[in-house]
């Protein structure tokens, strides 16, 4: 599964998504709210074994949520808006530093195509 979040003060806006039905979540049990408190990549290997999600309704119900990689969207320096993330029903090992940088890519051009859009919306 995968997602491109937003973060509002009171919800996960889900903007593009696959593997997913939800179109938002409530942002108290977001994993993204972890990945949004810094600039690089947060990694979630087994959500059952951390003691931050093993409770959480998105780990022990649907999308029965394992394994989470999150890039922040970064807009501009230090302003965090969401992320691109990865979601897996089953946990995972080591999340490389290759993977890593493909997902900050992807983030990056998230981000580039949301400027592109709120720039046209401007206009």
């Given at each position: 599964?995968?997602?491109?979040?937003l973060l509002t003060e009171d919800?996960?806006?889900l903007m593009a998504r696959e593997g997913l039905d939800a179109?938002?979540?409530p942002r108290n049990v977001a994993f993204c709210n972890y990945t949004i408190l810094e600039d690089a990549v947060f990694?979630?290997?087994d959500a059952h074994g951390d003691p931050r999600f093993r409770a959480n309704p998105l780990t022990t119900g649907s999308p029965f949520i394992r394994f989470y990689a999150g890039a922040p969207l970064i807009f501009?320096?230090?302003l965090r808006i969401g992320a691109f993330c990865l979601f897996d029903g089953q946990a995972r090992g080591a999340f490389?530093?290759?993977e890593r940088a493909e997902l900050v890519d992807f983030a990056d051009r998230a981000v580039q195509?949301?400027?592109s859009r709120l720039g046209r919306s401007a206009e």
């Open positions: 599964m995968a997602a491109v979040t919800i996960q806006l179109d938002h979540t990694v979630v290997p501009l320096a230090g490389t530093h290759g195509i949301l400027v």
